[in-house]
């Protein structure tokens, strides 16, 4: 090829990526849609950065992003987000999340109220920073809740009658979550509680005592059965079935290492996971979500069991998706919603 033809060549080859990305900016994504095929209308809004639990919920239900400085403290010795493909979203150039350390300029989706519910704030949540990421009822109808807070605050509640606090679980029982995440009350009103970035499941009487921990505080690792292994990775939630068998959802996805490629043997698999326990609080399975894809999972957010059958029902809320399967750990459906996380350079 001669330097005229070549650089013929690479002109048109210019002009032709030119005309593509000018094509894909033209078009513009819609930032609102009717209600169709039983979805209410929905609509786009801004968002911002993950607060990590960083924030301050006045008593009228105002929410207030802390500054950095007024932020939950990072326990020393339990890394963060590091030497992982999906810490930071390495691989997916920011389209699912934010980079590390850039603003997450995504829009999310509304959708347009249809029940006709409004929000009240009858319980009075104790003061000072950190929201409540989870709540459970217990068979009285009293009311458990599980703040992030700074380390030396109480963390678990127990609210009565009225909506009356009558109990605080402190850190001196306990221990301090360092993200606390997801909790449930199986039927012996013991309630499970999970620290995501200690990697720990506590199990905790009615009447506010320690009864059992699952995992390794500060020690996120793989079970491993065979070895005697039994440390958690990112626990996020508890789910219980008819039959008293439990589940923990482990993976936290976007917002967590994998740790593939790190020193610690114990901590190899990398993949958001289901672990199966039986009443008796024995090993039963365990199932990856292994990423992407039909019968697979990003990420295990949520997690309920249906009471008819058992299938346990998980939240990949990176995907914007429900997956089933059957209570040993079959793929059995997949509910997928409309992608509604956009970047706004699309």
Request: charged share 20%.
């Amino acid at each position: 090829m001669n330097k005229s033809l070549a650089l013929i060549t690479a002109t048109a080859i210019i002009l032709l990526f030119a005309a593509t990305s000018a094509f894909a900016q033209s078009q513009a994504v819609p930032a609102s849609g009717p209600a169709e095929k039983g979805s209410p209308a929905w609509f786009l809004q801004g968002s911002f950065p993950d607060p990590e639990g960083s924030a301050s919920v006045s008593a009228d239900g105002k929410v207030t992003i802390l500054p950095r400085g007024k932020q939950l403290t990072v326990i020393e010795g339990v890394p963060n987000c590091s030497h992982s493909p999906v810490c930071g979203n390495r691989m997916t150039n920011g389209i699912v999340g934010p980079q590390q350390g850039e603003d997450d300029h995504s829009q999310r989706v509304e959708w347009k109220q249809t029940m006709g519910y409004t929000y009240t704030y009858p319980y009075a949540a104790p003061a000072g920073p950190g929201g409540m990421p989870s709540v459970a009822l217990d068979s009285k109808g009293d009311l458990w809740t599980f703040k992030r807070s700074l380390e030396g605050t109480p963390q678990l509640y127990e609210y009565g009658p009225g909506h009356k606090l009558i109990r605080t679980v402190g850190e001196d029982v306990i221990g301090h979550a360092n993200k606390a995440h997801g909790m449930a009350i199986d039927s012996h009103d013991n309630v499970w509680i999970c620290d995501a970035n200690l990697a720990t499941v506590k199990e905790i009487s009615p009447d506010g005592k320690l009864l059992k921990t699952i995992g390794e505080s500060g020690h996120r690792g793989d079970w491993d059965e065979a070895k005697g292994r039994h440390l958690l990775w990112q626990p996020v939630m508890v789910a219980f079935a008819p039959n008293g068998d439990m589940y923990i959802g482990e993976g936290h996805a976007n917002e967590s290492p994998n740790d593939t490629d790190s020193s610690d043997p114990a901590n190899k698999s990398g993949a958001a996971r289901i672990l199966h326990f039986d009443k008796d609080g024995n090993f039963v399975n365990l199932w990856y979500g292994d990423n992407l894809g039909p019968g697979r999972f990003y990420n295990s957010h949520a997690l309920a069991i249906d009471p008819t059958n058992g299938d346990v029902w998980i939240g990949d809320r990176e995907e914007y998706r429900i997956v089933v399967y059957t209570a040993n750990g079959l793929f059995k459906k997949t509910f997928s919603m409309r992608n509604l996380r956009l970047r706004a350079a699309l």
